[in-house]
């Protein structure tokens, strides 16, 4: 066999040609560096203790229990040793891990609403260690956003970007404290814009390949710039740990809520008043559509403000305020950020034409009225909101009662067994349903040894979901 002999001089040129090449490539990848130094002093961890009753019936329970649905997962770290007796009806103390960062020097701290849910005290770590008790100011669960205040001045702020900027493609970097580890540095790429999760109809997630993690939740992404551009909030995961994809909360949303939360301790959004579905290709044929997109009102509330902007059953809503509603999740993000009060110009197609039609935004029923009505303890045991459902829609469903759910909570047993706004709930542990005040009484009787069934239907068409209460 022949061996082919190089000159040495062609050894050296193909050495030049490769390092050449390897250094182009280390140039088109994003240095880090510079932006963590001066981004890290602003990024804060939160921890959080609360009593909660604890029982020995299996379940879901996160990265803390024996078992993790693949589900979009809210996610922040839990300490929680087991009792000695296995856990049977005792009050513990659950200390959790999340992070956050400083949006004024005077001392102002946002992070997500899930990571100091139901806390009896909130601490928080600044990076030079100083640990300082935070009060909170609101939070909203609809958009999964807190804010906080602690008594601190001169403190390094986070300069805020802009989402709407953002491009898929783009890199981006997250820094939080994943399992309590502080200031860990992240990054990946943005992967999708304007995803809406089954649960949270009124984000436009950013879906990114940042690794996130239990302890993340509530920290800062930044773009290649060093300003935050969203709030990592959720991933989604079959083993209760990263798998390549997670969501963020876009800045421009969570500033808009905080401004709120400041000024009012709460927010107001815009109601519209209806019950909605998709429109499928067959439906979209029927109304003499030529795109499957946009809202259907199956529904209305008499006394809301669609019904009294003059809004029917059967109604297509395709654009908000010029806007394209590309499909029905879109309607509540798109009514949900107007001002109650203010006059929305929506594009209908009723009777296959396109008409044009001004409604006069209501606010959002007051979670305190909401609970009121639909009682307190389906509020505080299953995690929902309800209201009664109207004769017409009972009519098109085919079904004598049955409640609409209005509003789920973050991590309650309603969320975690896959309950949606807007679905109606027509039995509980095969007991029908027909108002509000049936459900509180069924909840109230129903036992915490056992996985419920409960019918619903979504979108037309019944199915079954079981949950197991706390």
């Avoid at 702020?157 to 783009?170: A, C, R």
Wanted: aromatic letters at 4%; a negative charge.
């Amino acid at each position: 066999m022949k061996r082919l002999i190089l000159p040495s001089t062609l050894w050296v040129c193909m050495v030049a040609l490769l390092t050449v090449g390897q250094a182009a490539n280390a140039q088109s990848l994003p240095d880090f560096t510079e932006l963590v130094e001066a981004a890290a002093p602003g990024v804060v961890n939160i921890s959080t203790s609360r009593t909660i009753q604890r029982s020995n019936a299996p379940g879901s329970e996160g990265l803390g229990g024996q078992e993790v649905p693949e589900i979009f997962r809210h996610f922040f770290g839990d300490n929680l040793p087991s009792p000695p007796d296995g856990g049977q009806g005792r009050s513990e103390e659950r200390q959790s891990l999340g992070s956050g960062f400083v949006i004024s020097d005077d001392g102002y701290v946002m992070t997500n609403a899930h990571v100091v849910q139901d806390a009896d005290e909130i601490l928080v770590r600044l990076n030079d260690r100083r640990e300082l008790n935070a009060e909170l100011i609101g939070s909203d669960p609809q958009t999964d956003v807190a804010l906080l205040k602690i008594d601190a001045n001169d403190l390094p702020t986070l300069s805020m970007g802009d989402s709407d900027e953002l491009k898929v493609g783009e890199w981006v970097a997250a820094i939080g404290s994943p399992f309590g580890f502080d200031h860990s540095v992240t990054a990946g790429i943005v992967s999708a814009i304007n995803r809406t999760l089954p649960s949270d109809a009124y984000v436009p997630f950013i879906q990114t390949d940042v690794a996130i993690n239990p302890g993340n939740s509530g920290g800062p992404l930044f773009n290649l710039t060093g300003e935050v551009v969203g709030i990592n909030s959720q991933i989604f995961t079959r083993s209760g740990g990263f798998m390549g994809v997670s969501f963020a909360i876009p800045i421009n949303v969570a500033m808009d809520v905080v401004d709120q939360l400041r000024e009012n301790g709460r927010v107001d959004r815009g109601w519209l008043g209806v019950m909605i579905q998709p429109v499928s290709r067959d439906l979209a044929e029927s109304f003499g559509m030529e795109n499957a997109i946009g809202a259907l009102i199956a529904d209305l509330d008499p006394e809301g403000p669609a019904a009294q902007g003059g809004l029917q059953a059967g109604d297509v809503i395709i654009q908000v305020n010029g806007e394209e509603v590309e499909r029905s999740s879109s309607l509540p993000r798109l009514i949900g950020r107007g001002e109650p009060g203010s006059e929305i110009a929506l594009t209908l197609i009723r009777d296959g034409e396109e008409i044009s039609q001004s409604v006069e935004l209501g606010s959002w029923p007051d979670m305190e009225e909401q609970s009121d009505q639909a009682g307190s303890n389906n509020q505080v045991r299953l995690g929902v909101t309800v209201a009664e459902v109207g004769e017409e829609a009972r009519e098109q469903l085919s079904i004598p009662g049955g409640v609409e759910v209005r509003q789920v909570e973050p991590d309650s047993v309603a969320a975690d067994a896959g309950i949606r706004p807007g679905d109606v709930l027509v039995s509980v542990d095969h007991r029908s349903v027909s108002s509000s005040d049936e459900l509180m009484k069924i909840v109230e009787e129903l036992p915490s040894d056992r996985a419920i069934p409960i019918r619903l239907f979504r979108e037309g068409r019944s199915l079954f979901v079981a949950l197991r209460l706390e």
